[in-house]
Nanobody, 123 residues
Framework: QVQLVESGGGLVQAGGSLRLSCAAS????????MGWFRQAPGMEREFVAS????????YYADSGKGRFTISRDSAKNTVYLQMNSLKPEDTAVYYC????????????????WGQGTQVTVSS
């Protein structure tokens, strides 16, 4: 499994922005289809975005379309989630995940997960 470490979470006011990062030290992330998920208290883990191996294709949940951008930097072996125009309902723990196969959002497609980073959006 890939060891993933997320960072970049925090407290932000509604309308603000955050950029989450997901890095791996022992594996090359360009070998994996990458995704971001989130989980709010009492809720199931939900898909946010995914990106192809090359970074040429990205897929978003409706909740983040037009506000979130997933990207990857192979040189830094890092995947990012840029979140703009944040809303209180975006408050959750955000997880990055790695898959060997293409995925359009099912958590079961992803075998490796990070520990998560908390994002809190105040109104």
């Amino acid at each position: 499994q890939v060891q993933l470490v997320e960072s970049g979470g925090g407290l932000v006011q509604a309308g603000g922005s955050l950029r989450l990062s997901c890095a791996a030290s022992r594996h090359t992330l360009s070998s994996y289809y990458m995704g971001w998920f989130r989980q709010a208290p009492g809720m199931e883990r939900e898909f946010v975005a995914s990106i192809s191996w090359s970074g040429g294709s990205a897929y978003y949940a409706d909740s983040g379309k037009g506000r979130f951008t997933i990207s990857r930097d192979s040189a830094k072996n890092t995947v990012y989630l840029q979140m703009n125009s944040l809303k209180p309902e975006d408050t959750a723990v955000y997880y990055c995940a790695a898959s060997r196969r293409i995925s359009f959002g099912s958590p079961t497609d992803f075998a490796s997960w990070g520990q998560g980073t908390q994002v809190t959006v105040s109104s």
